[in-house]
């Protein structure tokens, strides 16, 4: 029997096969350093291992959950949104449930786009808003971004014909792969050019507290108005080293957060109500504390990585966020290549950046989820392997 087609129009997913290869080369007897995969090395918040103790016992937990959130974890995303960004959520009409930011940006897509319409994605870009708008039958329109535009999409150059096409732009600051941060600006005219076009403005803030040199990232529902326009996420994953607990939140747009909603009430039934605690926890026990000591790990293990990278010639931009540097391939090396030099030569997997995109061919991903000396074996063997190359 075949598959459906949308099924076979997919390219395999990237980590997947990175993964795969990973596994083989260990399997033939080599100590490979993963630096490709963005998924912290560290242990989960300690509130939420706390609270899951606390409450898997209590078997009202066990049954099916409020499938759009529970209050008390609503108010908890409401109240964090208010401490942290200054932004003033409705718990009931602004905050939904998420099994994962992964989870509300595919369904949100459902949510909207179909056949004829326009899905405005950056390239390079985390794979899932664009195979998601080709699952849905939509058309994906690319927004390249470069080192020469900061890696922000230039929105003010884009054909009023497009935009008018146009159901969704996704914008995702801190950027996973770049590690580009978002000025306050960028936001302000993304929600000004989505306002005159009618688009929903789809903000992916996975990286919603990493910061370095106490740079915080902010949220585009600060900017006035932009609660008309824009749908955000925020995800436990990254902030609180909670990616196997699948729990996060989208909020904004009334009217959007009621259409993700409807669709997931068809799906799925909410995260489990332990996992829910437990995300209540994290938020109210002090959070930025934990966040303060992730931070301090990342900086100085992405300070080694820049000294590292820059001192091989390959260095782009110095991130002030999320936990990759985002940098340029060996000469005359594809993206392809030069993934396939280090995992062959120095036994180090890196992702190539043309999996994100055309756009980012000619560049690597390296990702800080490792401890300090294994980041540090790591780049000592990539510049033997250089040296040896040349
Ligand atoms: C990690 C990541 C996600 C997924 O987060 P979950 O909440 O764990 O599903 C979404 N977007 C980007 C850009 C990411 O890097």
């Not at 470069?146 to 935009?163: C, K, Y």
């Not at 930025?288 to 260095?315: C, H, P, Q, W």
């Amino acid at each position: 029997m075949h598959t459906a087609k949308r099924v076979n129009q997919l390219p395999p997913y990237l980590f997947l096969a990175l993964d795969q290869l990973v596994q083989k080369k260990r399997a033939e007897g080599h100590d490979i350093i993963n630096l490709g995969i963005g998924d912290p090395d560290m242990p989960s918040a300690p509130a939420a291992v706390g609270a899951l103790k606390r409450t898997v016992e209590d078997a009202i937990t066990h049954r099916y959950p409020e499938s759009l959130g529970s209050r008390r974890f609503r108010q908890a995303v409401a109240d964090r949104y208010r401490d942290r960004f200054n932004v003033h959520l409705d718990r009931d009409s602004q905050v939904v449930a998420l099994i994962g930011s992964k989870e509300g940006l595919a369904h949100l897509t459902w949510a909207y786009a179909e056949p004829g319409d326009l899905v405005l994605v950056p390239d390079p870009a985390y794979p899932v808003y664009a195979a998601q708008a080709e699952f849905a039958g939509a058309t994906v329109y690319r927004l390249p971004l470069t080192q020469e535009n900061h890696f922000l999409p230039n929105l003010a150059a884009l054909d009023p014909a497009i935009l008018s096409q146009a159901k969704l732009l996704w914008v995702n600051y801190p950027n996973n792969p770049t590690g580009a941060v978002a000025p306050r600006a960028f936001y302000e005219e993304a929600v000004s050019i989505c306002r005159q076009y009618d688009i929903l403005l789809c903000s992916d803030l996975a990286y919603a507290d990493i910061g370095f040199e106490g740079y915080r990232p902010e949220s585009v529902l600060s900017i006035p108005g932009a609660d008309e326009v824009a749908i955000e996420f925020y995800s436990l994953s990254k902030s609180f080293n909670m990616t196997g607990w699948r729990v996060a939140a989208a909020v904004g747009r009334r009217s959007a957060v009621h259409a993700l909603g409807q669709v997931k009430s068809h799906l799925d039934s909410g995260p489990f109500t332990v996992v829910q605690e437990a995300a209540v926890a994290v938020l109210q026990e002090d959070p930025d504390s934990f966040i303060r000591g992730l931070n301090t790990i990342y900086e100085k293990r992405r300070n080694l990585a820049v000294r590292e990278i820059r001192a091989m010639g390959l260095l782009g931009e110095i991130p002030q966020s999320t936990f990759y540097l985002w940098f340029r391939t060996p000469s005359g090396m594809s993206s392809g290549q030069a993934a396939s030099f280090f995992i062959e030569k120095a036994d180090v997997a890196l992702t190539p950046g043309s999996a994100y995109g055309a756009q980012g061919e000619g560049w690597l991903r390296l990702s800080l989820t490792v401890p300090f000396v294994t980041l540090d074996d790591a780049l000592a063997r990539m510049r033997q392997a250089l040296l040896r190359h040349d």
